[in-house]
C-alpha cells in the first residue's frame, strides 16, 4: 500500500493538470528505505508529448546525484495519462526500472473527475495496490 500525504497528491493533480494536454511526470523522494514519499520533485517531459513521457538525461542524473547526496531514494514515480485510464502502458512497464518504488498514474482525461491509482512494476508484472491519503 502507498501512503502518501494529501498536499503531494494535490501537487502531483495539479502537475498533471497544468501540463495537460502533454504528460506530466516528475519522482517523489523520501528518506532511503523508508518508503515514506516526502520531497514533490516535479520533472519536465522532455519528449512533450500527450502519449509518452521521457525525463530529461541530464535533469535525472542531476536528481539521482542530489537523491544520492541526501540520502533519499525515488519513492514514488509519477506520470499522467491524458486520454486514457490510468494503468500503466507497454512503454511504462518497459521502463519501469525501480523496483521499491511506487508508480503513480493520473488520468486528466475527464477534467472533472482526475484518477489516480498506484502500482509495483518488477521484472514486467504489474500489481495494483491502494492507496492511503492522511493529512
Known amino acids: 500500500m502507498l501512503t502518501i500525504r494529501r498536499d ?38 522532455a519528449a512533450r508529448s500527450p502519449t509518452f513521457y521521457e525525463f530529461d538525461s541530464m535533469d535525472l542524473l542531476r536528481l539521482y546525484r542530489e537523491m544520492d547526496d541526501r540520502d533519499e531514494e525515488p519513492v514514488v514515480i509519477y506520470h499522467s495519462h491524458t486520454a486514457t485510464e490510468a494503468y500503466p502502458s507497454r512503454t511504462d512497464i518497459s521502463y519501469a526500472s525501480e523496483p521499491n518504488a511506487h508508480y503513480v498514474l493520473v488520468s486528466t482525461r475527464d477534467e472533472n473527475d482526475v484518477e489516480l491509482r498506484s502500482f509495483r512494476i518488477v521484472d514486467g508484472e504489474v500489481t495494483e495496490e491502494d492507496v492511503k491519503i492522511v493529512d
Open 8 to 45: 503531494i497528491v494535490d501537487a502531483i493533480i495539479a502537475h498533471a493538470r497544468r501540463d495537460h494536454p502533454d504528460e506530466a511526470c516528475g519522482v517523489v523522494a523520501g528518506p532511503e528505505g523508508s518508503d515514506r514519499p516526502e520531497r514533490f520533485i516535479p520533472m519536465l517531459n
